[in-house]
């Protein structure tokens, strides 16, 4: 079982419509909680960052946690064909001394005008 | 918020010559940083993690000898890569961890797209 699992997609939605991208993980000792955006053929750029469940808000982004069920998730209000692209999860423990990272392999979003 | 930069943002190379790619944070000190590689529609795949004035670590299955990776100081890290040849064409990502209220994540430089000729 992989530690962090993300739906690849490629998921479509209408322009305005409300999107949310899941993402769900098998280790409880994750700590911090984060979602990337990735345009094509640029790097990942952080858009929320968390470490305790509950909502966080954003602007039209709200990340959502989960800890109970291991299942994170990014909502997406009124969305936009700019909001085309592809977004990752991620989670992080401290362990060994160390900050672990793991990603998940991302969604592909279209917004379509 | 915290800036990374990368350079060069692109290059093209022959088969056989060394390629050198820089990472930068240019507003915070980044105490680890690391590379990935990505392939068109993957996801990011770690090759290494670098601390400052440290040996990097490097993922099992990425060859020490072939991605050289440097941390010579807060702000930079530099991965060279050797005798380049056209299966390392690919998309170079750096990203970088700091001190302080940047501790818990990472934060990513542009990439750097490579091809080999």
């Known amino acids: 079982q992989k530690e962090v699992e993300q739906d690849p997609g490629p998921l479509s939605v209408p322009e305005g419509a409300i999107v949310s991208l899941n993402c769900t993980y098998s280790?409880?000792?994750?700590?911090?909680f984060m979602w990337y955006r990735q345009y094509s053929r640029k790097g990942p750029e952080l858009l929320m960052y968390?470490?305790?469940?509950g909502n966080k808000e954003d602007g039209r982004f709200t990340a959502q946690v989960d800890k109970s069920s291991k299942y994170i998730s990014l909502f997406i209000r009124d969305s936009q064909p700019s909001d085309s692209a592809t977004y990752l999860c991620?989670?992080?423990?401290?362990?060994?001394?160390?900050?672990?990272?793991?990603f998940g392999t991302g969604t592909r979003l279209k917004v379509l005008a | 918020g915290a800036v990374v930069s990368q350079h060069p943002s692109w290059v093209i190379c022959k088969s056989g010559t060394s390629v050198k790619i820089e990472c930068r944070s240019l507003?915070?000190?980044?105490?680890?940083m690391f590379w990935y590689r990505q392939f068109p529609k993957q996801s990011l795949m770690l090759m290494a993690t670098?601390?400052?004035?440290?040996?990097?670590?490097?993922e099992q299955g990425v060859e020490k000898d072939k991605f050289l990776i440097n941390h010579a100081s807060l702000t930079l890290s530099t991965l060279t890569v050797t005798s380049a040849h056209p299966e390392d064409s690919s998309f170079y990502i750096c990203?970088?961890?700091?001190?302080?209220?940047?501790?818990?994540?990472?934060?990513f430089g542009p990439g750097t797209r490579l091809t080999v000729l």
């Open positions: 991620a989670m992080s423990l401290f362990t060994s001394g160390t900050y672990k990272y793991i």
């Open positions: 670098s601390n400052e004035g440290s040996k990097a670590t490097y």
């Open positions: 968390t470490y305790s469940s």
């Open positions: 280790n409880s000792a994750f700590q911090y």
């Open positions: 990203s970088a961890r700091g001190k302080g209220t940047y501790t818990d994540t990472q934060y």
């Open positions: 507003d915070f000190q980044a105490t680890t």
